[in-house]
């Protein structure tokens, strides 16, 4: 009997004890909430964005988008801060709930967290109320499309147009320019640029002019390039006029000039020797045959000046093979050798003092068409035919 109720009562005491320390807990826990709550309160963040231009007016409406931009940074910095939290820890606490078996750390951790994560919420559900009291419920304004403020702000952009904006207000084109010329070609990542050039036109034109003219005063080809590109863009998009465009593309014209050989020579590729200081040929031929169980294209290029003739190359297979410079009386002759292929690919010169312009070849080869198989082969033989050097 006795061992009964001394049992009885050490049960009685454990359930008093829990009992007592779930409503401490309890208590605990009601005290936790409201601390994060009058900490919350204590931040004093206005979680409604009001505009504070007359936004009806183009001047006014990017304004307010700049305003839009500093009041998001400014709300996220309040709410990312507090309590030592950074963005990822206020998602990971948030999810988790409070109780009595928690550390009063843990517990206080999460329900500040849950705190910052509601007033996130509402700071974004401020954000999208903002979007859609600017645009006054249109899809865009002023050349400026919703879609784009808003995925701008959704892909954290925001910071670049305070940047660059702050830039042109300053007077700082060049920066500001060259900070978002970037950016343009999407439309979510060219308000920052759209910004600024609709507020400070005359600025971040220049800012572009002074881009373009210490390209050409650097006289690099890739910065050349790169500019004339972001330039061509900006004024595409703007419909503007630059000053220094005209200049920068003359120099890149002769910067690549000044790059491409003077002329063709044997081993170089086709596509080489058509871009050479000479220009691209003035006609060019083609033809194909098999040998060696494979087939292979050839033909020759000639570059004529003034209906003279001053150039022509041989190519076989995508390479040139032999180029004839006849620019002077005397002319030149250049081969590049190579072995294991047809004769179409190997031809020898009989005696370095023939010119085969000189001579009439396709005269040759239709006086003797039933010993060839084509000019290439007429030449060829032409070439080891001596005796017919003086009758052509």
């Not at 620019?327 to 179409?344: A, I």
Request: glycine share 8%.
């Amino acid at each position: 009997m006795r061992k009964g109720i001394m049992g009885g009562s050490i049960l009685t005491i454990v359930i008093i004890v829990f009992v007592v320390f779930f409503i401490v807990r309890q208590r605990e826990i009601s005290e936790i909430r409201d601390v994060a709550r009058e900490y919350a309160e204590s931040l004093n963040v206005d979680l409604v964005f009001t505009p504070e231009e007359d936004y009806s007016t183009k001047e006014g409406f990017l304004k307010e988008l700049i305003h839009l931009a500093e009041w998001t940074d400014d709300v996220s910095g309040y709410l990312d801060g507090p309590y030592g939290f950074d963005e990822d820890e206020i998602l990971y606490y948030s999810k988790q709930s409070m109780n009595g078996f928690e550390s009063k750390e843990k517990n206080l951790k999460i329900s500040m967290a849950g705190e910052m994560y509601q007033m996130q919420q509402k700071a974004d559900d401020g954000v999208r109320n903002g979007i859609d009291m600017l645009f006054d419920d249109t899809d865009s304004k002023y050349g400026i499309y919703k879609d784009s403020v808003v995925t701008s702000w959704e892909r954290e952009y925001f910071p670049v147009i305070l940047t660059v904006t702050a830039f042109a207000e300053d007077g700082s084109g060049l920066k500001a320019y060259e900070y978002a010329i970037g950016d343009i070609d999407e439309e979510w990542r060219a308000l920052s640029m759209d910004i600024a050039y609709g507020l400070y036109p005359d600025v971040i034109l220049d800012g572009c002019d002074t881009s373009l003219k210490n390209a050409i005063e650097e006289r690099s080809l890739y910065r050349l390039e790169g500019s004339i590109q972001e330039a061509e863009g900006f004024s595409e998009r703007y419909n503007v006029d630059i000053n220094a465009l005209s200049r920068a593309r003359t120099l890149k014209a002769h910067l690549e000039y000044e790059m491409k050989p003077d002329i063709p020579k044997a081993g170089m590729s086709v596509s080489s020797a058509q871009s050479t200081k000479l220009g691209p040929p003035t006609r060019k031929t083609s033809d194909s045959q098999s040998w060696s169980g494979k087939k292979h294209t050839y033909g020759d290029m000639y570059w004529d000046k003034n209906g003279v003739q001053i150039f022509k190359a041989h190519y076989l297979d995508h390479e040139i093979t032999e180029v004839w410079d006849t620019r002077n009386s005397k002319g030149s002759y250049h081969k590049r050798y190579s072995t294991g292929s047809s004769s179409l690919g190997s031809k020898k010169q009989s005696s370095s003092s023939v010119d085969p312009d000189d001579h009439d070849i396709e005269a040759y080869f239709e006086d003797n068409w039933d010993e060839y198989v084509d000019y290439e082969d007429a030449y060829d033989g032409f070439m080891d035919d001596e005796d017919a050097w003086d009758d052509y």
